[in-house]
């Protein structure tokens, strides 16, 4: 079968396997070539097989030698299509990191449920015994809690005034005026039940009741503050104020990991990058795609690979973290640097549908999303069928 991109919207509706392998292989060979990490050796990640989770998890194996049990949902081939691509992700590094010694299980489900917290739980039990580090990097819609029936959705919209401005549209290469009206304080509630802290606190609590947190583990959250050009749709939308949550959730697990373990909890305030979840924040798109412009220009340019291996080798992540004054870890540094952003704050309003794609650095933007799913990698023959038999014969 000849794989080719399918897109509609913001959305992939096809992943190429062959490509995720060699967008794998990149950020191995990344990895490798900076020095060695002294990080965390058993590490749970929760969203380990795309954006920063998978990240996070290449760096530990690969350059901080570290077992790791990944959870994600993720499907695989079937009639339906060739599956997602975060699916290859977890069964080629599972390979990559088999071959290199290191234990590398992956659970697939939903890990909102109680059920899959337990049958992880155990698991860390039986194959580490205890984790130094547990990772929470989830990027959802939606979450179900068993026990009463609810289901909440998450939405991105505005806190405040209702916002308008351009957003990339990825299928058509254009950019499209857009409306972000402002939320109810249900749907305020909602986005809060879904991406702010609850799901980590469950995770800590079912970890810690079970005794699977070694002496002095930390958890980390990944996280997003972003400029003032932002904050309208991000700090002060829905999203910004799951994510306060979500540190606020930090505070309270950092005093009780410190009282149960001598642990800490903290947030790590990373930068904006293009992965599956974020292509859907409204107007972020154009700004994301201007300030990767300006990162290259500034040679300052990172991606989830290059952001997490700094995570831990030079912001102390696992060892001494070091964090600002509000107890988070800022990997923002680079993209909050005030002449950048100055610069980004003058452009960003002269942006138009016409010369949007010499302003930004669309094309970077777009070529960084095809990537994700497959596409566009450099080393991969695209006119080769891909034995769809020996793909669905792979394991995660
Ligand atoms: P992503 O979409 O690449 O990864 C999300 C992960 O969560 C995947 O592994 C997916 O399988 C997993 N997942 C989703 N729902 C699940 C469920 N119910 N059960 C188990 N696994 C589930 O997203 P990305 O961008 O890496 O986001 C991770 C975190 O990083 C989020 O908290 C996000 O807000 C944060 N972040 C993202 C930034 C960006 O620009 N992309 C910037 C700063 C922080
Ligand atoms: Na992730």
Redesign the pocket.
């Known amino acids: 079968m000849i794989i080719t991109p399918q897109l509609t919207g913001n959305i992939a509706r096809s992943c190429h396997p062959i490509g995720c392998r060699q967008a794998l292989q990149k950020q191995i060979d990344y990895v490798k070539s900076q020095g060695a990490l002294n990080a965390p050796k058993r590490v749970l990640i929760?969203?380990?097989?795309?954006?920063?989770?998978?990240a996070a998890r290449v760096a530990l194996t690969f350059a901080g030698g570290a077992d790791t049990l990944g959870?994600?949902?993720?499907r695989g081939p079937s009639q339906k299509g060739v599956g997602s691509a975060?699916w290859y992700n977890n069964c080629f590094f599972k390979q990559a990191a088999e071959k290199e010694g290191r234990k590398a299980i992956n659970v697939i489900?939903?890990?909102?449920q109680p059920t899959l917290q337990t049958q992880v739980v155990e698991q860390i039990k039986q194959a580490f015994g205890q984790v130094d580090m547990v990772i929470y990097?989830?990027?959802?819609g939606r979450r179900d809690i068993a026990a009463t029936g609810e289901s909440f959705r998450s939405v991105l919209k505005t806190t405040g005034e209702p916002v308008e401005g351009y957003t990339v549209n990825l299928e058509t290469a254009a950019l499209e005026w857009t409306k972000i009206p402002t939320a109810t304080s249900e749907e305020t509630t909602h986005t809060t039940k879904v991406?702010g802290g609850e799901g980590w606190q469950e995770w800590i609590d079912a970890l810690l009741e079970a005794d699977a947190l070694a002496p002095g583990a930390q958890t980390l959250?990944?996280?997003?503050l972003g400029p003032d050009l932002s904050a309208p749709v991000y700090r002060f939308g829905t999203i910004g104020v799951a994510k306060e949550h979500l540190h606020a959730t930090a505070n309270h697990l950092n005093e009780q990991l410190n009282t149960a373990i001598g642990g800490s909890a903290y947030p790590v305030v990373?930068?904006?990058?293009v992965?599956?979840?974020?292509v859907f924040i409204p107007v972020m798109s154009v700004y994301l795609a201007l300030l990767m412009k300006k990162m290259k220009a500034k040679g300052s340019h990172e991606g989830c690979i290059e952001q997490c291996y700094r995570l831990f080798a030079s912001k102390g992540a696992g060892a001494t973290a070091i964090l600002d004054e509000d107890r988070q870890l800022r990997l923002d540094d680079w993209e909050l640097d005030d002449a950048l952003q100055a610069e980004i704050a003058q452009i960003y309003p002269t942006i138009t549908p016409e010369n949007f794609k010499q302003l930004t650095d669309f094309n970077g933007y777009r070529h960084d999303f095809m990537a994700l799913n497959g596409f566009e990698l450099e080393g991969v023959d695209y006119q080769a069928e891909v034995d769809m038999e020996a793909m669905a014969a792979l394991k995660p």
């Open positions: 929760l969203g380990a097989s795309s954006g920063f989770g998978l959870v994600s949902f993720e975060g489900g939903d890990a909102f990097s989830l990027a959802t991406m959250a990944f996280s997003y990373a930068k904006a990058l992965t599956k979840a974020s």
